[in-house]
């Protein structure tokens, strides 16, 4: 299976510092992808790492990717109240057949 | 407003009922997906479709029937539901399947409780 699974399953921490979560896979991919999704509601694309890229960044997202060790890990910086919600990785292979892990439910404290 | 659209948003429904849940996006792709979340579980794919033709049944019980009359909409046909199938469905869709697809766009689901 290529399921993620992040890491870890729950993150509290105080507005203004930065939150990172991991994410382990156990197949080759083409792609890795981490959504985000508020309490019941659907999920939102964050960003996509391509399999031959090794940091990507988007905003105040820091995604890298490390495909020896098939593990990626999303830095939130100068968190927010507002970034409170579930993060999920998801991996892609040979079609867009994505796997989606157990999602990290991160709480920023106001 | 993320151009795919569910409805209903809510539904309650004993084991004997017919329902169906509705999806539409406005997003001019040619894939469309059927996921279902259930609590502290992963997202568990259920069926996809590309230029709706269903490319993919992942082992989902007859009791769920999907249907995708055109690449714009698509159906999730439930009958005969068990308590267990409560979790919240939701609907995805992508430009094309194809070896570097990019991001699935998702509606706001729809909670299903089976009584």
């Known amino acids: 299976s290529q399921q993620g699974e992040e890491d870890p399953q729950a993150l509290s921490i105080q507005e203004g510092e930065n939150a990172t979560m991991n994410c382990s896979y156990k197949t080759s991919i083409n792609n890795l992808q981490w959504y985000r999704q508020n309490s019941g509601r659907g999920l939102v694309h964050l960003i996509l790492i391509r399999s031959n890229e090794r940091e990507k960044h988007s905003g105040r997202l820091r995604v890298t990717l490390d495909t020896s060790k098939k593990s990626s890990s999303l830095l939130i910086t100068a968190s927010r109240a507002a970034d409170t919600a579930s993060y999920f990785c998801?991996?892609?292979?040979?079609?867009?057949?994505?796997?989606f892990g157990t999602g990290t439910l991160l709480a920023v404290q106001p | 407003e993320t151009g795919v659209t569910q409805t209903p948003r809510h539904l309650v429904m004993g084991m004997t009922n017919k329902k169906s849940l509705k999806c539409e996006q406005h997003l001019g792709h040619n894939a469309m997906y059927w996921y279902k979340q259930s609590a502290k579980k992963p997202l568990e794919l259920m069926f996809v479709y590309n230029f709706k033709e269903q490319t993919e049944n992942n082992s989902v019980p007859s009791r769920f029937s999907p249907e995708c009359p055109n690449s714009s909409h698509l159906f999730l046909h439930l009958h005969t539901l068990q308590p267990e199938d409560s979790a919240l469905y939701l609907c995805a869709s992508s430009q094309d399947l194809g070896r570097n697809g990019g991001e699935l766009f998702f509606g706001e689901g729809s909670r299903l409780t089976v009584l």
């Open positions: 998801a991996t892609g292979g040979a079609t867009n057949k994505l796997i």
